[in-house]
């Protein structure tokens, strides 16, 4: 597996555009290539009642209600590899009718926060995410990312065991608080 660097975009636009992902306003837009490795991290794929579309096109047998969460939200689980069970080796079988969880992924917020899954399942992430280099219109945009790093800091110390994907989109969170 290359540790080729890749264009992650100007830290200030993906900010916003971001922003509007966790607003659950847009889609992300990640440049994945091949990648599939967020298909293959052991991770539950949490899906909306409002989902009509990605629920028409995932076997109901796959999905089970989610604890604690309103009525007709569910869970898509993995295999014992950590497989979505709707990847294939050509990639998504529903990419255009995924759920809005995999439509809002972006694995660039670990290297805005400069944390990393250290999660066995996660290793891949963690390699492609280390790949990404944002480039800055401004000195205000790397001060911004700056501001990124420090927060994902602050949050580290304070709450150790915190894992790296909530910690990294708090810290982007705290950062898109202050504009
Ligand atoms: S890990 Fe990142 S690059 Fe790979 S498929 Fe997921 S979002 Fe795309
Ligand atoms: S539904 Fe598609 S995009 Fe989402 S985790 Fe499964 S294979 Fe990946």
């Given at each position: 597996m290359t540790d080729a660097p890749i264009p992650a975009g100007g830290v200030g636009a993906w900010l916003g555009e971001l922003a509007g992902a966790l607003r659950g306003e847009r889609d992300t837009d990640v440049a994945?290539?091949?990648?599939?490795a967020c298909c293959r991290s052991g991770q539950f794929i949490h899906i909306d009642a409002d989902e009509r579309d990605a629920l028409a096109h995932?076997?109901?047998?796959l999905v089970f209600p989610a604890p604690?969460?309103?009525?007709g939200t569910v869970l898509m689980g993995y295999d014992?590899?950590?497989?979505?069970?709707?990847?294939?080796d050509q990639g998504c079988t529903i990419y255009e009718h995924r759920p809005r969880t995999c439509r809002t992924y972006d694995c660039r917020v670990f290297a805005a926060a400069d944390v990393f899954p250290d999660e066995p399942e996660k290793a891949d992430i963690a390699v492609r995410a280390r790949r990404w280099v944002f480039t800055y219109e401004s000195t205000d945009e790397g001060a911004e990312h700056e501001q990124v790093v420090a927060a994902a800091r602050t949050l580290r110390a304070a709450?150790?065991?915190?894992?790296a994907t909530p910690l990294a989109v708090r810290a982007v969170r705290q950062v898109l608080d202050r504009r």
């Open positions: 994945c290539g091949a990648c599939t995932i076997p109901a047998e604690g969460q309103p009525h014992q590899h950590g497989r979505c069970p709707m990847l294939s709450e150790p065991d915190l894992p």
